[in-house]
Every structure is written in structure tokens, then in C-alpha cells.
């Protein structure tokens, strides 16, 4: 195929005179090629290939009906490639992965819309499982809905008596009760759900009493939406990421193992140096100023009543334990070389 360049170059020639035999003779384009540009007065242009269909383009329909069905999540590459070989696609893994990667740069996210309590309104609770086995670490996590202020304790069971002392240390830590906690299926909080009609719960009797003690409500989240109960798992994941894997990493160079009593002492810290006193990313406001609006909203603690001998004694609330914030160098060593941890 001749291209524009050519043709512009026999045009030019003749313009500057030259015959259609030394026009042939310069270019290397025989005399009837040469006549045929003079007389055209259109450039040459070429013509398009036909488009080959490629080993995919049977199955793009289905790739992406299967990412639309799967959003907000994502189907990974090789889980596709397998089911589209079922159906005969032949190609790479390869190939998939790159058309997928055209899909989900096209694909806008469903906005999530948040659900913003009032002050005092709701904390959200949920139990994080850190560690399986013989040695089980579990972390009880509460995050107030307003002031997202978070408490953490850790334990090594998950046990009803458990799950009421580390509702009343919450409550202790945030210096109040909220008007109701929300949770999710835990074995210790709902018995079944709907038992009683549409939203009517058969809960743990144990969980009653504790509500009734200290005066909130108990609810659960919609089943399949996590969302709901989105501020204390985003919460956990930040736990996890910010102080769990951080401190077992840098136990495990000292060849020691992270146990509660040490866990419980690190996570007071963090949170009063760290988590509680960031500026958090949807309120853009640090998690502890906000929990001076949200402590003002929230019911008075009750007093802890303790059964001896058939007498009450009531006990006052005691304020959450004063810890260091920061810890010199020298604290650490001496730990590690005592094998105290």
C-alpha cells in the first residue's frame, strides 16, 4: 500500500516540473502509480483490518454480569477464568485478569451512607478474635456512635460472665451509660432470633439483667448488613492493623509471647495516647473532645452492688485506673531482660 508520503512526494515532483518517467525513476514507483496520483485529488488512505474476535469476547457478557452481581466486592481473577473454561474459553488467566481490570476501573461504588447517632444514643459492641488454640486472645470492643471514643479489653473467653464484666468496665471507661447497645448474632446476647414476631428477640436472661441494671436496651444489627454495626468493626480492623500486630511483632524479636495482663496494659495507653486521640476520618474531630458532648447525654453509672453473706454492700464506681502514657526506653529493656513479659 502506497501511503500519503508517497503521494505527496510524485505531487511535489511534478510541480517542480519533472516528467512522469524521472518521477518513476526517483521514487521506485512504476509510471501507471504515478499517473494515478496525479489524477487523484484525494490522499491515499488504508484500508482498516477487520477486527479478529478474540477468545474472550464470547464470554464478556458474563464477566461482566458476574462483577455487577458480586459489587462491592470483587471475584477474583482465577475464580472467573475457571468458571468461564467450564463453558469453553480456552485463553489465559492472563487475559481475564486485564479485561477485569477495564471493568472495575469503570464500576462506581455504591455511596455508603452512614448512620449517625445522637449523643448518648447507642454503643456498638462486638467481640475480636485475635488469637485460636491452646492460648485463645479475644478482644471485647465498644465504640460509642457519636464521639466514635472506643474501649478495648482482653480476654481469653468469650463466656457470658465475661461479656457482663467487660460491659460494665466500658461503661466505667466512658464515664456513663448509653440509652442502648447494639450488637450482632453473639451466642451470649441473642438466643433466637425473631422468637417472638419481627424484631422481637428471645435474648440471653443474663443479658436482660445486665441491661436492666444499668439501664440500656439491647438490639441487634439487620442480619447480612454489617453495616449497621460498621463504626466498632471499622474499629477493629484498626485495632488489629495499629496495636495488635505491631506489639506481638516486636514480642516475637524478643522471643516472647503477648499475654492478656500485658495486652490490657499496652491497649489502656493506646487508647488514651493514640486511639481516642486522633483525628478520626468521618467526624474529623478527635474521638475524646466528642465524648465530652456524648458523656453529658449518657445515663449516670448505677451503683455496683456485691452479695456477701446475704448482705448488699454497694460499692461507688470506680474511675478508670491512671496509666503512664509514655514509658521510657529503659522500662522496656529492663522487661526484656528480666523476661517478665
Known amino acids: ?45 488504508y484500508k482498516e483490518r477487520a477486527k479478529r474476535p478474540g477468545k474472550l ?28 473454561a467450564s463453558f469453553g474459553y480456552d485463553g489465559c488467566e492472563r487475559t481475564v485478569r486485564t479485561f477485569l481490570a477495564t471493568l472495575y476501573s469503570r464500576v462506581t461504588p455504591e455511596p455508603v451512607v452512614r448512620f449517625e447517632t445522637e449523643p448518648g444514643k447507642q454503643m456498638q459492641a462486638d467481640w475480636c478474635e485475635l488469637r485460636r488454640g491452646k492460648h485463645p486472645l479475644y478482644a471485647f470492643v465498644g465504640t460509642l456512635g457519636f464521639s466514635r471514643d472506643s474501649f478495648v479489653v482482653f480476654t481469653t473467653s468469650q463466656a457470658f460472665d465475661v461479656l457482663r464484666e467487660c460491659h460494665e468496665m466500658a461503661f466505667s471507661f466512658f464515664g456513663g451509660v448509653p440509652r442502648e447497645v ?8 441473642v438466643l433466637e432470633r425473631n422468637a417472638f414476631g419481627e424484631g422481637k428477640h428471645r435474648f440471653h436472661s443474663g443479658l436482660w439483667d445486665t441491661a436492666k441494671h444499668f439501664g440500656f436496651i439491647p438490639r441487634l444489627c439487620k442480619p447480612y448488613r454489617a453495616k449497621t454495626k460498621g463504626k466498632v468493626e471499622r474499629f477493629n480492623r484498626y485495632l488489629r492493623y495499629s496495636f495488635y500486630y505491631p506489639l506481638v511483632s516486636r514480642l516475637k524479636q524478643a522471643g516472647l509471647t503477648l499475654d492478656v495482663a500485658t495486652a490490657n496494659i499496652e491497649v489502656r495507653n493506646w487508647l488514651n495516647d493514640v486511639a481516642n486521640c486522633r483525628i478520626h476520618g468521618e467526624t474529623s474531630e478527635r474521638p475524646c473532645d466528642r465524648l465530652k458532648i456524648e458523656r453529658a447525654a449518657m445515663s449516670p453509672l448505677p451503683p455496683r452492688v456485691k452479695v456477701e453473706q446475704g448482705k448488699p454492700e454497694v460499692i461507688t464506681p470506680m474511675p478508670w485506673p491512671v496509666i503512664p502514657l509514655q514509658r521510657p526506653a529503659s522500662f522496656y529493656d529492663q522487661i526484656l531482660q528480666e523476661g517478665r513479659l
Do not use: W
Open 1 to 45: 500500500m502506497i501511503g500519503k508520503e508517497e503521494c505527496m512526494e510524485v505531487r511535489i515532483l511534478k510541480k517542480q516540473g519533472k516528467s512522469i518517467r524521472e518521477i518513476s525513476r526517483i521514487t521506485g514507483l512504476c509510471r501507471n502509480t504515478v499517473r494515478k496520483f496525479l489524477r487523484s485529488t484525494a490522499d491515499p488512505r
Open 57 to 84: 469476547d464470547p464470554f464478556k457478557a458474563f464477566l461482566e454480569e458476574r462483577v455487577k452481581a458480586a459489587l462491592p466486592h470483587r471475584i477474583p481473577a482465577p475464580v472467573l477464568a475457571r468458571e468461564i
Open 182 to 189: 447494639l450488637y450482632d448474632n453473639m451466642k451470649t446476647v
